[in-house]
């Protein structure tokens, strides 16, 4: 090793780098993993949420007491508005608190400011600050009037999904602000605790509770169990870090293949030498032993190079993590399974690989070893004509070792394909986002208070607008226990009503059937409804709660729908006759500024929210995963580079004598630099084409396991034609590269050097 130090250090850096990348993400696994959950739990999150006519802290005493529930208190979430602009309204989520010093269930921490806030103001959660305008927000309770109050402080709550993810605020209120808004200073919703601890558990404990406060008088609209213990956002890291998990030990195996092809080309170096050392006593289990502790060096030495800079990237890829999801991280400790997975990758892995090679050299005869020519009868280049003799000869040294190339294409065809799959799975993304986007042939979507047939005939007038629908809009349920969080958000399914006439929604079909002008039963259900309903399919018949009357449908077909979450579509006047009249407004224009003006002027009360907006939700919910995705696939194609680097320099060694022949017979050295690197640069596009076809597959699986992570539908293949340029140009240039430096140490080699080289 000492005498090719060059293919050593090589080795080191390439084992080292996959090291670092198991390191980096089983590190941030296990700190994210341990820190999201102590977040959650550490808020103690309500087992579960009544929605109720009214709630009061006398009626969650007399809950305390019931049969399964530890504890319980009474709160309120509104869903209101905020104006961020002349003519703009955002979503701000308050959340109701009678008592900010007697808080057991849901609770939050104080960062900043008063303690409660004052009457008139409201804290916001941290998260939220870039959502929230500076200064007094104007806030806009649904049916009422707008008011103003001040933001008094901040709180961190990481029961929630990031605002800025959702495109929201969230406000922290005590029920005097809420009546200094207009609203009711009666609280409505009902959170306990309970004894059990699954979802069926905690459903089952719902139920009897609910039941109980009927016969007490009470209306019960809507019960809510979240998953438990899990943050809304838990399912999607833990599948980022599965993914990102599959790449690095990808990475590794690159580099524990790259130490074989090294090893594999130092031991057919050292064939002769091997054939002595038998001739002279030597067992095949002490040369294969020989070699075997070179391996193991080398993996102790890429550990000690590997461990602590995976460990450091794994607390900062955590850091990145906790700041995404809006955590605060009480430790960075690292588990002792982690180094030991590290160490233990380092070492075994190559090792294993290398097991191949060394196997086969220890196990040659005596006569094998000393009459190795390191030649082998090549016969594909024979067949090519037309070529000149130094591209000729360049083709038929590729193929003179046609198991060292295998290896190399390999390397480099793994590592492209690598690449290129980051990179067709990001344009994959984005070419979802902008089809689901263009699905919706709206701008702005308003959620009014009250139906309102003038306001949409003046809507219709303003200047800009091309179209204006009106749609129906109400919370169900598939049973009646829903996932929801308390954000509103995360978890929820609703009831849609659409026009028969409408042009505004433009979804694709994957089973079944679109609605048709006269359906009264019939409902299709969007890709997100598979959370709520996973083995619904077209032809079934579906219950859906609706505030607490079950309602029957027939399911029509399936859509595949983005950056929503689970609906079902119905009829405009299927939703009437079974939710109430329609109210929520769809709008196609080209001046929501006008729209938004219109809706100031005629005191609308409601919410709305523009496509962009939405489309920036969406956006923000997974960048991190692709940008990952990307920056493995660029350390990939570098392993890989680092491959055919490492399979060209020792190829070089062991032609140094024929370099010296071919000198003496004329050669020059610009010939052998020429041989060499198309040699090299035939490799490269050979790999190319390979590692384009090898991403075909890794395309598909990834682009199916994100989608479904993210919209609960496979992402469509997608070939970025950037992509295979850029790889195109990596390739030739990284092959290239490889082969330049080997290639002009021969060149430089007098032909005494090279005769006398052993």
């Not at 961190?156 to 605002?163: F, G, Q, V």
């Not at 500024?593 to 009360?605: G, S």
């Not at 010296?660 to 490269?684: C, D, H, K, S, Y």
């Amino acid at each position: 090793m000492a005498l090719a130090w060059g293919r050593t250090v090589m080795m080191i850096v390439a084992i080292a780098a996959g090291v670092t990348g198991i390191g980096a993400v089983l590190s941030a696994n296990a700190i994210a993993s341990r820190e999201i959950t102590r977040n959650y739990l550490g808020t103690a999150p309500a087992a579960a949420t009544l929605e109720l006519d009214r709630a009061d802290a006398a009626l969650a005493e007399q809950v305390r007491g019931r049969p399964g529930i530890t504890d319980a208190q009474a709160r309120a979430t509104l869903t209101a508005t905020m104006r961020i602009g002349p003519d703009e309204w955002r979503t701000l989520v308050l959340f109701v608190v009678p008592d900010f010093d007697d808080m057991r269930i849901s609770t939050f921490a104080r960062e900043s400011g008063a303690w409660p806030p004052p009457s008139g103001t409201m804290l916001i959660e941290r998260a939220a600050r870039d959502m929230v305008p500076p200064g007094p927000v104007e806030v806009r309770l649904p049916g009422g009037q707008s008011r103003t109050i001040t933001v008094s402080g901040t709180v961190h709550d990481p029961s929630l999904a990031p605002a800025w993810q959702d495109r929201a605020g969230y406000g922290y209120i005590t029920p005097q602000t809420l009546a200094v808004l207009g609203g009711s200073a009666t609280l409505d919703e009902l959170k306990i605790r309970t004894e059990a601890t699954t979802r069926e558990g905690i459903a089952q404990t719902s139920r009897e509770l609910a039941a109980w406060l009927r016969t007490q008088g009470n209306q019960v609209h809507e019960i809510q169990v979240p998953p438990p213990g899990q943050h809304p956002h838990e399912g999607q890291m833990q599948a980022l870090m599965l993914m990102l998990l599959i790449f690095a030990l990808l990475g590794l195996m690159l580099a524990a293949i790259l130490v074989a092809a090294v090893i594999g080309g130092m031991l057919v170096q050292q064939i002769r030498q091997i054939g002595v050392m038998k001739a002279i006593g030597a067992r095949a289990g002490q040369i294969a032993g020989l070699y075997a502790v070179q391996v193991l060096l080398l993996g102790l030495a890429a550990a000690a190079v590997g461990v602590p800079v995976g460990t450091l990237a794994g607390r900062a890829f955590a850091d990145v993590v906790a700041d995404l999801l809006n955590l605060n991280l009480h430790s960075q400790a690292v588990p002792l399974w982690v180094y030991a997975s590290q160490l233990a990758a380092a070492v075994l892995v190559p090792l294993l690989v290398a097991a191949v090679p060394i196997r086969r050299a220890a196990r040659l005869t005596i006569r094998e070893a000393i009459s190795d020519y390191g030649v082998r009868q090549e016969t594909v280049s024979a067949r090519l004509t037309g070529l000149s003799r130094t591209l000729l000869m360049a083709l038929r040294n590729a193929f003179r070792r046609r198991a060292r190339l295998a290896l190399t294409l390999g390397l480099l065809s793994v590592g492209g394909a690598l690449f290129l799959a980051g990179l067709n799975v990001a344009a994959a993304w984005q070419r979802t986002v902008d089809d689901g986007m263009a699905a919706r042939r709206y701008d702005m979507e308003v959620r009014l208070a009250a139906a309102d047939p003038a306001l949409v005939e003046r809507i219709r007038t303003t200047p800009g607008v091309t179209r204006v629908e009106t749609w129906g809009g109400a919370p169900t349920a598939a049973g009646d226990v829903v996932s929801t969080y308390p954000d509103g958000g995360h978890g929820s399914f609703s009831l849609r009503g659409v026009p028969e006439d409408s042009r505004l929604l433009d979804l694709p079909l994957t089973s079944g059937r679109w609605l048709a002008p006269g359906d009264t039963n019939a409902v299709v259900l969007n890709s997100m409804a598979a959370n709520p309903l996973p083995d619904a399919k077209a032809g079934d018949t579906l219950t859906l709660n609706l505030d607490g009357r079950a309602t029957t449908w027939h399911i029509v077909g399936t859509v595949r729908e983005i950056g929503s979450p689970a609906a079902a579509y119905v009829t405009k006047t299927a939703f009437e006759q079974h939710a109430g009249p329609a109210r929520d407004l769809r709008i196609a224009t080209s001046d929501t500024a006008a729209v938004q003006r219109a809706l100031r002027d005629a005191r609308v009360e409601g919410s709305n929210l523009a496509t962009a907006e939405l489309r920036e939700a969406v956006g923000g919910h997974t960048f991190v995963l692709i940008g990952a995705l990307v920056a493995l696939a660029v350390l990939m194609a570098i392993i890989g580079v680092l491959g055919l680097t490492a399979t060209t320099g020792t190829s070089m060694v062991e032609r140094t004598r024929e370099f010296a022949v071919m000198q003496a017979i004329g050669a020059t050295p610009r010939t052998v630099l020429g041989i060499v690197l198309g040699e090299t640069v035939f490799v490269g596009l050979l790999s190319w084409l390979a590692a384009a076809l090898l991403a075909l597959p890794v395309s598909w699986m990834i682009g199916d396991l994100l989608g479904d992570l993210a919209f609960r539908a496979p992402l469509p293949l997608t070939i970025s034609p950037l992509a295979l340029g850029l790889w195109a140009l990596a390739a030739v240039a990284g092959s290239a590269l490889a082969g330049v430096a080997p290639a002009r140490r021969a060149a430089r080699l007098t032909i005494r050097q090279a005769l006398a080289y052993v």
